[in-house]
């Protein structure tokens, strides 16, 4: 005769040490982010703000990514973070990165409108600039047409630098050329339309902020909520490393010895 064995209890999983929470975190994550976001906003975020169609918004999304990433690898010691935290430090590195690749666009729009008055020749024949035939006469003419880029923001969109240019893109004006040794005056467009300008810096400040924060927000969680989240992501991941359930623990175990 055989006689079921009551079920053993098993033992409660001990719960893991918790991890001490270093404030350095929070600073490692705000520094890591702000030097990410001015590095690409001196380089590639500046050149998506040029691209056509505001096909430069999508690559601000991208780069959010690569520098929400590194902020919460930086940050990670100090999980738990609270949420303002994790808002404030994602909104400097946004405002970091936007405000350097806007400033820089400003800023070296001499040098821009320059390169595409000589080098793109975008212009018909009647406006097409004369480049004497002398040697190093490309040269000497785009010292001409930046220095005129520049004092004409001066002087018709005063105080000129950031916010003359500002000014010159809310305007969309033409600029009318006059140089001396030009047989021709040259009428060069604005580079965007006001309204596509303004939507396009206006837009790419909240995307940057909102990519970068939709990684920087799992700074907010605890670790163990982390590792956990990352193990059930992937099918078949850390099931053998997973404490019994509930219903595993508390089910009988049979067995039979002889009577």
């Given at each position: 005769?055989?006689?079921?064995?009551e079920?053993?209890?098993?033992p409660?999983t001990?719960?893991?040490?918790?991890?001490p929470?270093s404030s350095?975190g929070?600073?490692?994550?705000l520094?890591?982010?702000?030097?990410?976001?001015?590095?690409?906003?001196m380089?590639l975020?500046?050149?998506a703000?040029a691209?056509?169609f505001?096909?430069g918004?999508?690559?601000?999304?991208?780069?959010?990514?690569?520098?929400?990433?590194?902020m919460y690898?930086?940050g990670?010691?100090?999980m738990?973070m609270?949420?303002?935290t994790?808002v404030?430090?994602?909104?400097?590195a946004?405002?970091?990165?936007?405000?350097v690749?806007?400033?820089?666009?400003?800023?070296e729009?001499?040098?821009?409108f320059?390169?595409?008055v000589i080098?793109?020749r975008?212009?018909?024949?009647?406006?097409?600039?004369?480049i004497p035939?002398v040697e190093?006469?490309v040269?000497q003419?785009?010292?001409?047409?930046?220095?005129?880029?520049?004092?004409?923001?001066?002087?018709?969109y005063p105080?000129g630098?950031?916010?003359?240019?500002?000014?010159?893109?809310?305007s969309?004006d033409a600029?009318?050329?006059?140089?001396?040794?030009?047989?021709?005056?040259?009428t060069v467009?604005p580079?965007a339309?006001?309204?596509?300008?303004?939507?396009r810096?206006?837009?790419s400040l909240?995307?940057l902020?909102?990519?970068?924060?939709?990684?920087t927000?799992?700074?907010a969680?605890?670790p163990?909520?982390?590792?956990?989240i990352?193990?059930n992501a992937?099918p078949?991941e850390?099931?053998?490393?997973?404490?019994?359930t509930?219903?595993?623990s508390?089910?009988?175990a049979?067995?039979?010895?002889?009577?």
């Amino acid at each position: 005769m055989t006689e079921p064995i009551e079920a053993a209890d098993y033992p409660a999983t001990p719960a893991a040490p918790a991890r001490p929470r270093s404030s350095r975190g929070v600073w490692q994550a705000l520094a890591v982010g702000v030097l990410v976001a001015t590095a690409l906003g001196m380089t590639l975020l500046t050149w998506a703000l040029a691209l056509l169609f505001m096909l430069g918004l999508f690559f601000f999304m991208l780069f959010g990514l690569l520098i929400g990433a590194c902020m919460y690898r930086a940050g990670r010691s100090a999980m738990p973070m609270r949420r303002r935290t994790v808002v404030l430090i994602t909104l400097g590195a946004a405002l970091a990165g936007w405000g350097v690749a806007v400033s820089k666009e400003c800023l070296e729009f001499p040098r821009d409108f320059a390169f595409r008055v000589i080098d793109k020749r975008k212009y018909d024949g009647r406006n097409r600039i004369y480049i004497p035939p002398v040697e190093h006469g490309v040269e000497q003419v785009t010292q001409q047409v930046r220095a005129f880029a520049a004092a004409h923001l001066l002087e018709h969109y005063p105080p000129g630098g950031v916010i003359g240019y500002v000014r010159y893109m809310s305007s969309g004006d033409a600029i009318a050329m006059n140089l001396p040794g030009q047989p021709r005056t040259i009428t060069v467009p604005p580079p965007a339309l006001p309204w596509v300008w303004w939507t396009r810096v206006l837009l790419s400040l909240p995307l940057l902020f909102l990519t970068i924060y939709s990684v920087t927000s799992g700074l907010a969680r605890s670790p163990e909520q982390a590792d956990r989240i990352r193990v059930n992501a992937g099918p078949g991941e850390g099931a053998a490393d997973a404490p019994p359930t509930e219903e595993q623990s508390s089910a009988p175990a049979e067995r039979s010895r002889p009577g």
